[in-house]
Nanobody, 122 residues
Framework: QVQLVESGGGSVQAGGSLRLSCAAS????????MGWFRQAPGKEREGVAV???????VTAASVKGRLTISQDNGKNTIYLQMNNLKPEDTAMYYC????????????????WGQGTQVTVSS
């Protein structure tokens, strides 16, 4: 049973930074993908960035250059460094795991964390 625990959300002003963390346990895939998705009220869940355990990264064009995914393989933990945050980044952010290959498609991810809220004020 995969368990994912996110942390690091909060409220910041536009231009500020946050760092999200997601600790995974129970992952048994030989090669897998971990990533971040977000969902704003009234909108569909969208992919932010995903990372393959072999190093490949896919990042949404809308956040590239501001939101960066990284992974600590030794701890099976991923991070999302969020810089120059904008009000449109306000959403619940979810961590997820899926077998490789990595795609920014929420339908391919079957294991999800509980989410962490990010709120950016103007």
């Amino acid at each position: 049973q995969v368990q994912l625990v996110e942390s690091g959300g909060g409220s910041v002003q536009a231009g500020g930074s946050l760092r999200l963390s997601c600790a995974a346990s129970g992952v048994t895939y030989m090669r897998y993908c971990m990533g971040w998705f977000r969902q704003a009220p009234g909108k569909e869940r969208e992919g932010v960035a995903v990372k393959d355990t072999r190093g490949g990264i896919v990042t949404a064009a809308s956040v590239k250059g501001r939101l960066t995914i990284s992974q600590d393989n030794g701890k099976n933990t991923i991070y999302l460094q969020m810089n120059n945050l904008k009000p449109e980044d306000t959403a619940m952010y979810y961590c997820a795991v899926a077998p490789a290959p990595c795609r920014l498609d929420a339908n391919e991810f079957k294991s999800w964390g509980q989410g962490t809220q990010v709120t950016v004020s103007s």
